[in-house]
């Protein structure tokens, strides 16, 4: 390990410890209750961790961009998700009133030349004569994903596309799930004499609507008492007050916004991928105006997205979390099919077209469509990966290389991401970075702290851009789960010389669909709460950037104890930070012993808190009933010093707050509350 001086004239120290025995496969630890452990750390001794080390993955999956961080209140907004034969399927469009009042059915009259779905309402009764309507009229309804959030005094931005074969006249409300209760109306009254096969006279509507009432479960309802044909279609309500206005639901952003990650891959995963690459995510489908956009089904998770949220809005995101976009794209290979290496070229051009959309000069063909969005500056793309987990099909390796050599020659700064695995024997074929992938059991988790121990630090960067515990041990969010997870975390900090980046996944899970256990982040429509491993993950988020220090741990229970050390800056506060993490991964009581060398001999050390990680039950889980029943509870912190003893809890992640001053500093603030106290 490198020497490196640590500034001693303001300095934090914190300690962050974490304990935990699976109740499906403990520790063979050995020893009583009363264990102890001796953790010495050298100050003066470390290397800088990689900026990026540390970060967020978002995918496509358990709805969450459909119906959790894109803001859209309107699923299937376009029609499209039943596909272009009609009449289709429209769900969950349902109607309001009876077949002798109404008929709907779906056509291709959309004005939309990548999404000719359009809804058809005929309205047979009217508001007078024989067939009278119905009070409040006939229409139809969409519940959005799973009920909408309408929060009294707030306001919605609904925006549709229509046309008629004579006057119309809507009403356009925001609703309890059941339509009797009112929260927001306007009405829409005009002329549009287009016939029926006049598809010119399509005409755009917008109007805001102010909730004067709250429901968590509304629908948005359009409703007539005028018979007549009228066509719909590009329907889409959307909250005012999302982040920056650009599209994302506020209280899901500021959550991962909360980990301070320092990249975002996207938009996948198995998303990119499609069991069919009929299905995949393709880039140049989801930009532009979003009524332009045809939307796809994602076959490997099995729902339908307008793709609102699109390559662009995932730039976007980025920026707006100040980190480093990495961008997953297909290389020809789906979960199915392959396409052979001597076709590959178009989807090479595609993958280079996305890189200037991204990266390049607002004049040049695909900034310029960028800068036409309202982004004329380049986004700080730096990093692409080519595939996800395609490592080993057939067609893989003589795609990669084709990628590869052209990404290198038109970007050769660009960080290229390959997903074969590096950590055990090196790779046949040139990159910057393997991908890692693992989910796992609770112990084996813990025990991979040591997987990069002995990998070669010559080539490549690991980066593990995808960890979990799942089965038995995780339910659908353990205190065990986060636990093992802490401990993993720790051997990738302590390897950080090899380990470039790693992140959790799945990042969001809608509760209504759960394609995947467990998640960190768990929402519903109106509310959301992060389980133990998005709590453990605020552990680590002053890591990235900082100084590891050399940390050297004797245990008597040396199987289920791990720790490190890093020290790092607060560009807040301008002082300087020391954070020692120890996991503890067994079901005891634990006397840590903590020396701390390196220090100035004028200085001493004094702290305040210590923050807890822990529950009845390593089983234990968080929930909409009881969101911080596990979750980092602050308690007081009795004693710091250069030498120090502490109590670890068993199952428990503590971090003790420390401060680093000068004696003199010390005596100085002691004199004057004794000059205060004998005034």
């Not at 002798?100 to 005929?122: G, P, Q, Y």
């Not at 040049?364 to 692409?384: C, I, K, N, Q």
């Not at 393997?434 to 990069?452: E, G, I, Q, V, W």
């Not at 929402?523 to 453990?536: E, I, R």
């Amino acid at each position: 390990m490198a020497s490196c001086k640590v500034p001693c004239s303001v300095l934090f120290l914190y300690f962050i410890v974490v304990g935990t025995c699976s109740i499906y496969q403990c520790f063979a630890i050995g020893v009583d209750a009363n264990q102890t452990a001796l953790l010495f750390v050298n100050t003066s001794q470390g290397r800088h961790i990689p900026e990026t080390l540390f970060g967020i993955f978002f995918e496509e999956i358990n709805h969450a961009g459909a119906g959790g961080l894109w803001a859209e209140l309107v699923s299937n907004r376009g029609f499209e998700a039943g596909g272009q034969n009609t009449p289709s399927y429209i769900d969950p469009w349902s109607t309001i009133g009876n077949e002798s009042f109404i008929i709907v059915s779906t056509d291709l009259s959309s004005c939309f030349e990548r999404n000719k779905v359009a809804l058809r309402m005929e309205v047979l009764c009217d508001s007078q004569g024989s067939n009278t309507c119905p009070m409040g009229g006939v229409g139809v309804y969409n519940p959005g994903f799973w009920g909408m959030s309408i929060n009294k005094g707030k306001k919605y931005k609904v925006v549709f596309y229509v046309r008629s074969s004579g006057p119309i006249d809507l009403t356009v409300s925001l609703t309890s799930s059941n339509g009797l209760q009112t929260l927001a109306t306007a009405e829409v009254i005009f002329l549009c004499r287009a016939s029926a096969s006049d598809v010119s006279n399509w005409t755009k509507v917008e109007t805001v609507l102010e909730a004067k009432g709250s429901s968590p479960n509304a629908r948005l309802q359009l409703t007539t008492s005028r018979k007549g044909v009228i066509w719909f279609d590009q329907v889409s309500a959307m909250p005012l007050d999302t982040y920056k206005e650009h599209g994302f639901r506020n209280e899901l952003f500021e959550m991962i916004a909360d980990i301070k990650p320092r990249f975002l891959r996207f938009p996948g995963g198995c998303f990119v991928e499609g069991e069919r690459l009929r299905n995949a995510f393709r880039w140049k489908a989801s930009i532009g105006p979003w009524e332009e956009r045809p939307g796809h089904f994602g076959d490997v998770w099995m729902y339908w997205t307008d793709d609102g949220l699109g390559y662009f809005e995932f730039l976007q995101l980025a920026e707006d979390l100040g980190t480093l976009p990495i961008w997953v794209f297909n290389n020809g290979i789906s979960h199915t099919d392959e396409v052979v290496t001597s076709q590959i070229l178009p989807f090479v051009q595609e993958a280079l077209d996305g890189i200037e959309f991204a990266r390049g000069d607002p004049n040049s063909t695909w900034g310029s469509v960028r800068a036409a969005m309202g982004h004329p500056e380049p986004f700080d793309l730096r990093y692409v990966a080519i595939g996800n987990e395609d490592c080993g099909k057939r067609n893989y390796q003589g795609n990669y290389l084709k990628f590869y050599d052209a990404i290198k020659r038109a970007y050769p700064d660009i960080g290229i991401i390959s997903n074969c695995d590096g950590s055990s024997s090196p790779l046949n074929h040139p990159a910057d970075f393997y991908d890692y992938h693992k989910y796992t059991s609770a112990s084996d988790l813990f025990s991979l702290a040591h997987k990069f121990d002995q990998t070669s630090r010559k080539g490549p960067k690991a980066f593990v851009s995808e960890y979990a515990v799942t089965g038995k041990d995780a339910g659908t969010g353990s205190l065990l789960a986060g636990l093992a997870e802490a401990g993993f975390l720790i051997g990738l900090e302590k390897n950080s010389d090899i380990v470039e980046m790693a992140s959790y996944a799945p990042l969001f899970v809608n509760t209504n669909d759960r394609r995947w256990n467990p998640d960190a982040i768990v929402f519903d429509s109106s509310q959301a709460f992060g389980t133990p491993s998005y709590w453990v993950q605020t552990y680590f988020k002053e890591s990235s950037g900082a100084t590891l220090l050399n940390a050297t741990l004797q245990s008597n229970s040396s199987s289920s104890i791990i720790a490190s050390a890093i020290a790092w800056k607060n560009s807040e506060d301008e002082k300087e930070y020391i954070k020692i993490k120890v996991v503890n991964f067994g079901s005891s009581a634990v006397t840590l012993k903590i020396s701390v060398d390196g220090l100035d001999k004028s200085v001493a050390l004094s702290g305040k808190t210590k923050i807890v990680l822990t529950s009845d039950s390593v089983m234990d889980e968080n929930s909409f009933k009881e969101p911080k029943k596990v979750n980092p509870k602050p308690d007081l912190l009795e004693k710091a010093d250069k030498e120090m003893e502490v109590k670890l809890s068993p199952h428990s992640f503590t971090s003790f707050d420390l401060l680093k001053q000068s004696i003199s500093s010390i005596e100085m603030k002691g004199s004057d509350s004794l000059s205060r106290s004998s005034m």
